[in-house]
């Protein structure tokens, strides 16, 4: 499985120590929402921040199941090559398993702060919009001039130069925010093209919601702690509010995906409307 070799190979790059020292944000100074001790686990935890990664679970195996089901008319329906749908569907189910994954990868530097964590965390998520750009990609190749350029790529490759993308936090402290910012900005450039070549009013709203939540999980998440000393609710911490406006982001990218998949066959093949 992709996805697991994807994890895999993370791991084994951030064991060789090379990134021990890449700016993270570890221990819960970095976080507004106060801990909090768990007597019945024995630990001590940040609540909200450690039950609001479920959602990434409830999401991922949503469009996972969703994406497995061959009985989706829109994924069979009005088809003239039947591999186009067969590998749409791959990447849909393959865009679950990453989102599971991580929520696993998020509950587990939430809670135990470690090191080796925080860069699985940082390196996992451009990697993630890889995938999107990669699917979207393979969708809206015929018409769009950079879904062309990056389908013009063996798939594998892309993913490695994605991968090699998080070496620029060897050289700088902001190695993370250009690489992930790289990443954001081909993802909706290639959603915005997309949307202007096949798109209807259902995927311009699904594009624009994905676009806020974005924002909204940037900024929220960089405004965490100056907004503890004006924000009262522990429960909401800008932290919290920003993983709210991710899970939204992963919800609705590929809600925005499918639907012009959706549009790719209508306009393409008309005869099957």
Not at 21 to 37: I, M, P, S
Not at 57 to 72: C, I, L, N
Not at 257 to 265: A, Y
């Amino acid at each position: 499985q992709l996805v697991t070799f994807i994890l895999v190979l993370h791991i084994m790059a951030i064991s060789t120590g090379l990134f021990d020292d890449v700016k993270t944000e570890l221990g819960f100074d970095e976080y507004a929402e106060r801990k909090q001790y768990i007597e019945w686990l024995g630990v001590e935890l940040m609540v909200f921040n450690t039950i609001v990664n479920y959602g990434y679970a409830f999401v991922g195996g949503y469009w996972h199941g969703y994406f497995s089901d061959p009985a989706q008319p829109r994924h069979t329906l009005s088809l003239v090559q039947a591999s186009k749908a067969s590998t749409f569907r791959l990447f849909g189910e393959m865009y679950g398993l990453f989102v599971v994954m991580y929520f696993g990868v998020q509950f587990y530097r939430v809670v135990f702060h470690t090191q080796a964590s925080a860069i699985l965390d940082q390196w996992i998520t451009p990697t993630i919009f890889c995938h999107v750009i990669l699917w979207l990609s393979g969708v809206t190749a015929e018409k769009s001039p950079m879904a062309k350029i990056i389908r013009g790529h063996d798939p594998g490759f892309v993913y490695l130069v994605s991968f090699a993308g998080y070496l620029l936090t060897l050289v700088s402290s902001y190695g993370f925010e250009v690489d992930l910012g790289l990443h954001i900005l081909i993802g909706f450039y290639l959603g915005w093209e997309s949307q202007s070549i096949y798109g209807d009013r259902r995927s311009k709203w699904s594009l624009i919601k994905c676009a806020v939540c974005c924002v909204g999980f940037v900024v929220l998440k960089l405004l965490d702690i100056p907004l503890k000393d004006i924000w009262t609710p522990n429960c909401l911490s800008g932290h919290f509010l920003s993983k709210l406006c991710d899970i939204g982001q992963v919800y609705y990218a590929a809600e925005f995906v499918d639907r012009i998949f959706e549009l790719t066959n209508e306009k393409d093949h008309p005869k099957h409307k």
